[in-house]
């Protein structure tokens, strides 16, 4: 191929020592030649811009545009827009700290991204989940065709396995800082009316489940929870959903998402005991 789209990767970040090393090296071990890396970070107090900075020559000797920087936020959706306005890519993806690419993401996409119709490029997602002192990860595949009504039962796209023409999301005021936990979401929901999306039918990233995550993981999170679902709720109401049908959803949505955690909590397993059809990892 003659033309390599130049992508541009957002990094939220705030006191995340534990998981960024890993983030960042899944993004400048890529061998992608025109890939810029933006690490927007919300003044961490623990050892985060140590390793932030540990890793500026690392990516210039590989090629990596690596940009950074350190200032008190609002949390993850202003630093993601403040990672918008600084982005050269003609696409962009944000990847949250905790969270990690495979190893040749970026080339498996270079293709679709040249595709002049197609707005939102996403793939599947691994899920991982921490039991005990092992690792377990899970695949899970988005719908191929996303509309309206797909997007009838929440977020169906795997935020760090997205990735979005940067010009449309910039016209189309970028994600909205009020929402929490929903932003993508929302945005997609806002895409869908005016936007190609296009499946790749590969595994792009890996998503984190753990307990100190910012979306509710445990029965313990429950007023969090609420609020998680509240702001769903808000969400596609705001975006021409049903009210009646919104209503009716969300309350099954609340039972349902008790439910699985009570159950996570009881057997101390992230994904009840069916460990089976999941991929032990180092």
């Known amino acids: 191929m003659d033309y390599l789209p130049k992508i541009t990767i957002v990094t939220p970040s ?9 983030a960042i090296e899944s993004v400048i071990n890529q061998n992608y030649p025109k890939l810029e890396y933006i690490i927007v970070d919300g003044g961490s107090e623990d050892n985060t811009i140590d390793i932030i900075c540990k890793y500026k020559r690392i990516a210039k000797q590989k090629g990596v545009d690596y940009k950074w920087l350190s200032e008190p936020d609002n949390g993850q959706t202003e630093a993601i827009n403040k990672g918008l306005r600084m982005a050269n890519g003609e696409w962009f993806a944000w990847l949250n700290s905790d969270d990690y690419y495979e ?18 490029v996403y793939g599947s997602c691994y899920t991982i989940y921490e039991y005990g002192d ?23 796209l795997y935020g760090p396995a997205t990735f979005y023409n940067t010009e449309l999301i910039r016209k189309v005021g970028g994600f909205d800082v009020l929402l929490k936990y929903w932003m993508d979401y929302d945005m997609l929901l806002k895409l869908v ?39 769903a709720f808000e969400v596609w109401r705001s975006n021409g959903g049903n009210a009646l049908f919104t209503t009716l959803y969300f309350r099954r949505y609340v039972l349902y998402g008790f439910l699985v955690r009570f159950f996570r909590l009881l057997f101390n397993n992230p994904h009840y005991l069916n460990l089976s059809r999941m991929q032990e990892i180092n």
């Not at 705030?14 to 890993?22: A, P, R, V």
């Not at 377990?136 to 929440?154: A, C, H, Q, Y």
Request: glycine share 2%; charged share 25%; with cysteine.
């Open 103 to 120: 190893s040749n993401t970026m080339n498996e996409i270079c293709t679709d991204l040249n595709h002049d119709e197609y707005s939102v």
């Open 134 to 156: 092992k690792m377990f990860r899970e695949l899970f595949s988005p719908p191929k065709i996303v509309n309206f009504n797909t997007m009838k039962s929440g977020c169906v």
């Open 193 to 231: 009316k005016v936007a190609t999306f296009h499946f790749v039918p590969k595994a792009l990233s890996n998503f984190r489940i753990h307990k100190n995550q910012k979306s509710p993981s445990t029965l313990k999170d429950w007023q969090k929870y609420k609020d998680f679902n509240r702001e």
């Open 14 to 22: 705030f006191n995340s020592e534990k998981y960024i090393k890993i």
